[in-house]
């Protein structure tokens, strides 16, 4: 269990119908730390918890305290969004949904296509591996006039996602930014970094990276070799990236050397 004693993060309002708590977990990976989300109609008593983060009884008991907590709700399994879930279980007595059944406590998996209503809103499961392969977003489409997407890890309020390849794969990610490009320009409402105003826009910036970084790859290739390793390929092409995130770096490229090699 974690202990912060710095004075806890108020609730901020993020769309017309989400609120959320930054988690006192900031780092290299998670940037100022994870955003919990509140899902609730105005003037209801009830909410949807997404993504509790670590385990702070301090955050935990904030988020208990916002209402009447019909479901908590988990983007993808890493440890920043999934490690306060069985506690917040047991705070709340809401059953835990994620896409693996080990994420979740007394609740089914979720399945791309569900339709939830919690929080007197309705919310749409969609799967978007890449990131992860068990990533989900959380579609809103009453949130506001263009509607809202929790989007997770698969899209970041600030910089890129890294691929925790070889469970996330290069293929499988540029087809889910092509299902989230879909939805428009919905409110975009990431786990890490600050609320977006485009989806769509936001999904076209992060194609574009991609595409710019496989180039950077195949000049690597042909530099150094197309039987380059990882490590020769990330000196080339991160050749000033900070060691303590060395390791995204090499994992990215072994991602995108997958994706150009098979």
Not at 45 to 71: C, F, K, T
Not at 132 to 158: E, K
Request: aromatic share 4%; hydrophobic share 40%.
């Amino acid at each position: 269990m974690t202990s912060n004693d710095a004075v806890p993060s108020e609730l901020q309002q993020a769309s017309e119908l989400t609120r959320f708590r930054l988690a006192p977990n900031p780092g290299p990976m998670s940037l100022d730390g994870t955003n919990s989300y509140i899902i609730g109609a105005p003037g209801s008593a009830h909410v949807a918890i997404v993504d509790p983060g670590p385990q702070d009884e301090r955050h935990l008991a904030a988020l208990a305290a916002s209402g009447v907590v019909d479901v908590v709700l988990i983007t993808h399994r890493h440890a920043d969004h999934t490690e306060a879930s069985a506690r917040f279980h047991e705070l709340t007595g809401a059953p835990v949904r994620a896409a693996m059944a080990e994420h979740c406590h007394g609740g089914e998996p979720l399945r791309d296509g569900d339709v939830l209503a919690a929080g007197g809103v309705e919310i749409r499961v969609l799967a978007t591996p890449g990131h992860t392969s068990d990533s989900l977003c959380f579609h809103l489409p009453g949130d506001g006039p263009n509607g809202s997407v929790l989007t997770g890890d698969t899209i970041l309020g600030r910089g890129t996602t890294v691929l925790d390849y070889p469970d996330g794969r290069l293929g499988d990610y540029l087809t889910s930014l092509d299902r989230l490009e879909a939805l428009g320009p919905a409110t975009l409402l990431p786990a890490h970094g600050p609320v977006l105003a485009s989806l769509e826009e936001k999904c076209r910036e992060y194609r574009e990276h991609r595409e710019q970084r496989l180039d950077q790859i195949r000049a690597a290739l042909a530099q150094v070799g197309g039987d380059a390793t990882v490590a020769q390929v990330t000196d080339v092409v991160y050749a000033d990236v900070d060691p303590s995130v060395r390791w995204a770096a090499e994992t990215s490229v072994a991602a995108q050397l997958d994706y150009l090699r098979s």
